[in-house]
């Protein structure tokens, strides 16, 4: 196997409230290897959002306090980075596609000089006019209409899924090696919602970059990931190839999230939902997390916490009943 693109180990991160401190993340390890796509899925608040935001060291320090035995890109080490190595990274090796382009995008700026901008900066070329043509293909590549047009508008004047599509534009501005794509489908319709996915697994054939995808859609997953990350409680619960992961989960929670689910050869009224609430994580539970809600807690899950361990086949379950789930 080759040696991973990116590595994360055992990455914490708090951020300090008047009631205490949030455990957003919580010893979370995760290697991504060259052009396959992760997944990573889990409930809102289970810490997807903040790992990646880690890893480009775009949460704010202070007050957020972020810690890692190791987090590299490429082999070098992204804590230790000085802040022009980092801007070098970000938009160039590493694309981003953030959840809300609305927010992401300048709103001052026209679409066609921030894609310009960053072809700009992340290449050896200074000439505006090359840089003009490439965000123009690049317009193109993701299905603007209109693209000569669309360079001169500013970021209001594109609906939702136009602005999306310009984000995803820019994330691959600079033929990156790693797509980091967070929740990029929120808040578009159903019929949009594909057509960005679709744009999402073309951005990755287009350039060969390795993908990580954050979402709470299972559907998503099962359409576009090689490998799922499962997680909660800012902690991974199961890590698993996607087929693997669908035809047979090794933890409760990922049964929970597949039952969850409304599916074509049901017969059901109603969908199976997990019962009780997402943990406090100012106050987690003592144990594995999960288990105020489990069907399967027993004396053990209330008093020792699960570590992630290798179940065979290269998967991973944080539960210490994981040969009995699904059985």
């Given at each position: 196997?080759?040696?991973?693109?990116?590595?994360?180990?055992?990455?914490?991160?708090?951020?300090?409230?008047?009631?205490?401190?949030?455990?957003?993340?919580?010893?979370?390890?995760?290697?991504?290897?060259?052009?396959?796509?992760?997944?990573?899925?889990?409930?809102?608040?289970?810490?997807?959002?903040?790992?990646?935001?880690?890893?480009?060291?775009?949460?704010?320090?202070?007050?957020?306090?972020?810690?890692?035995?190791?987090?590299?890109?490429?082999?070098?080490?992204?804590?230790?980075?000085?802040?022009?190595?980092?801007?070098?990274?970000?938009?160039?090796?590493?694309?981003?596609?953030?959840?809300?382009?609305?927010?992401?995008?300048?709103?001052?700026?026209?679409?066609?000089?921030?894609?310009?901008?960053?072809?700009?900066?992340?290449?050896?070329?200074?000439?505006?006019?090359?840089?003009?043509?490439?965000?123009?293909?690049?317009?193109?590549?993701?299905?603007?209409?209109?693209?000569?047009?669309?360079?001169?508008?500013?970021?209001?004047?594109?609906?939702?899924?136009?602005?999306?599509?310009?984000?995803?534009?820019?994330?691959?501005?600079?033929?990156?090696?790693?797509?980091?794509?967070?929740?990029?489908?929120?808040?578009?319709?159903?019929?949009?919602?594909?057509?960005?996915?679709?744009?999402?697994?073309?951005?990755?054939?287009?350039?060969?970059?390795?993908?990580?995808?954050?979402?709470?859609?299972?559907?998503?997953?099962?359409?576009?990931?090689?490998?799922?990350?499962?997680?909660?409680?800012?902690?991974?619960?199961?890590?698993?190839?996607?087929?693997?992961?669908?035809?047979?989960?090794?933890?409760?929670?990922?049964?929970?999230?597949?039952?969850?689910?409304?599916?074509?050869?049901?017969?059901?009224?109603?969908?199976?939902?997990?019962?009780?609430?997402?943990?406090?994580?100012?106050?987690?539970?003592?144990?594995?997390?999960?288990?105020?809600?489990?069907?399967?807690?027993?004396?053990?899950?209330?008093?020792?916490?699960?570590?992630p361990r290798e179940i065979g086949d290269g998967r991973?379950?944080?539960?210490?009943?994981?040969?009995?789930?699904?059985?």
């Amino acid at each position: 196997m080759t040696e991973p693109l990116l590595k994360i180990d055992t990455l914490r991160v708090d951020f300090p409230t008047e009631d205490g401190v949030v455990h957003a993340v919580d010893g979370v390890s995760l290697d991504v290897f060259p052009g396959e796509i992760v997944a990573i899925v889990g409930e809102s608040g289970s810490g997807k959002s903040v790992t990646a935001m880690s890893v480009l060291r775009l949460l704010r320090e202070p007050p957020a306090r972020v810690s890692a035995d190791a987090l590299t890109f490429r082999g070098r080490d992204l804590r230790a980075m000085s802040l022009d190595d980092l801007r070098a990274v970000r938009g160039g090796p590493v694309g981003m596609i953030f959840q809300d382009p609305m927010t992401a995008l300048n709103p001052v700026m026209t679409v066609g000089d921030q894609i310009v901008e960053a072809v700009v900066l992340h290449q050896s070329t200074r000439d505006k006019k090359a840089a003009r043509s490439r965000a123009l293909d690049l317009l193109g590549l993701v299905g603007v209409p209109d693209a000569a047009q669309r360079l001169k508008q500013y970021p209001h004047e594109f609906s939702g899924g136009m602005r999306q599509r310009a984000m995803i534009a820019m994330a691959i501005a600079n033929d990156p090696d790693l797509i980091i794509a967070d929740e990029p489908t929120t808040a578009l319709d159903v019929t949009i919602q594909a057509q960005v996915l679709e744009l999402v697994r073309k951005a990755q054939r287009e350039t060969g970059a390795a993908t990580v995808l954050i979402t709470h859609d299972l559907g998503v997953v099962a359409e576009l990931a090689d490998r799922v990350v499962v997680m909660y409680a800012g902690r991974i619960a199961e890590t698993a190839g996607v087929r693997e992961l669908f035809a047979s989960p090794k933890h409760p929670y990922t049964v929970g999230l597949l039952k969850s689910l409304p599916r074509m050869d049901s017969q059901a009224d109603e969908l199976d939902a997990i019962p009780g609430n997402p943990p406090n994580m100012i106050d987690p539970p003592s144990g594995c997390p999960f288990h105020p809600r489990c069907p399967m807690a027993r004396d053990r899950c209330r008093t020792e916490r699960p570590e992630p361990r290798e179940i065979g086949d290269g998967r991973r379950s944080a539960c210490h009943y994981a040969e009995e789930v699904g059985v």
